[in-house]
Every structure is written in structure tokens, then in C-alpha cells.
């Protein structure tokens, strides 16, 4: 997942579905999440390794639905003076900053794994955090990824945002709350 402005682009986010896992990366923070084939699920950053008990069903046994965190970050976030060389076939999705909602503060990516032809899950997958101005649904996967992208408004958000390490990303994964 690429940000850009036009002219200047940079990576967020990583997201791929290998032979044995889908994975889910942040690219400016040593945090990732894991689904592996076996239901094992798993998310690593600095702080060492966390097991998501219990285990889940394996990928190609998937049901229901499985939230892989949520990422936020500035929507007016700068990106360095220098091109970053992006392919296009390096992302699934590029946001260009030029169209988000104008009174946006925080841009928040939710995403979730959702059972293929489930379209009923997907509304119950997302509960709402602020106005969701985009959905991005990849059916060609299994399970189906769906990313819902919202503007937020909590003032808690932007506090909490300011307050993360490097100013620029918070991810919040299983068992953490905003509210």
C-alpha cells in the first residue's frame, strides 16, 4: 500500500498472501501480523512476539471472519523530499492524499479477513470509528482481504497519534480497544 501526493510516494503498509501465511507488515515500525496456514496466529514487533490463542482454522478451511488490525496515521502526513521508487505491481492500493475528505485529521485502514461469498460479514466485520469513505475488497484471495478506510475525528485518535513513537503509525491488533 503506497501514500502519495502526486509526485512523492511512500510505503505504509505490506500486505501478502504466501504459501504458507498471509502477512501483514507495517513499513515504518517492526510490526507484523501473521495467519499461518495451520491457524497459527501470530504478531511481532520490537517487543517480542505475541501467540493469539486460540488457534484458528486453517487457511484453506477458513470461516467467519478475522480482524488483522488497524492502522492509522496523519492525513496529512509528509513524505520525504526524495522520489521513493514504487512499482505499481509492488501494491494493491495507492492512496493519493489529494482525495481524502478535507476536514481529515486521522486516516484509518481496517483489515480483515472475510470468508469467500460471505458479503454478509462484511458490514458486521467493520464496526464503525468515524466516516468510511472507501472499501477495498480483493475476492481473488482465500480468504476474500477487505480494507475499509475511514476518516476519523476522535479527538482521543489525534492524541494518541501524536503520542506514537515516531509520529507517524499506530496499529492496534487483537484484543486492543479505542474507545
Known sequence: MVYTDGVRHGKL??????KNSIVIAQCHCNFHKTYHKNGYLH??????????PPK???????????????FLFPARIKLDDEKTTVKKAD?????DKRTLPENSKIIGISINLV??????LISKAFPSSGYTFFYQIITKTKPWLV????????????DMLEKAQ??????????????
Open 56 to 70: 484458528r482454522a486453517p487457511i484453506k478451511d477458513f470461516k467467519n471472519t478475522e480482524h488483522m488490525g488497524m
Open 91 to 95: 501494491s494493491i492500493f495507492y492512496i
Open 13 to 18: 503498509l505490506s500486505i501478502s498472501f504466501q
Open 147 to 158: 480494507l475499509q478506510f475511514s476518516s476519523l475525528y476522535k479527538k482521543k485518535f489525534c
Open 43 to 52: 504478531q511481532k514487533s520490537d517487543d517480542g512476539t505475541i501467540e493469539l
Open 166 to 179: 515516531d509520529g507517524t503509525c499506530l496499529i492496534f491488533g487483537e484484543g486492543l480497544s479505542i474507545d
Open 115 to 120: 470468508e469467500p461469498n460471505r458479503w454478509d
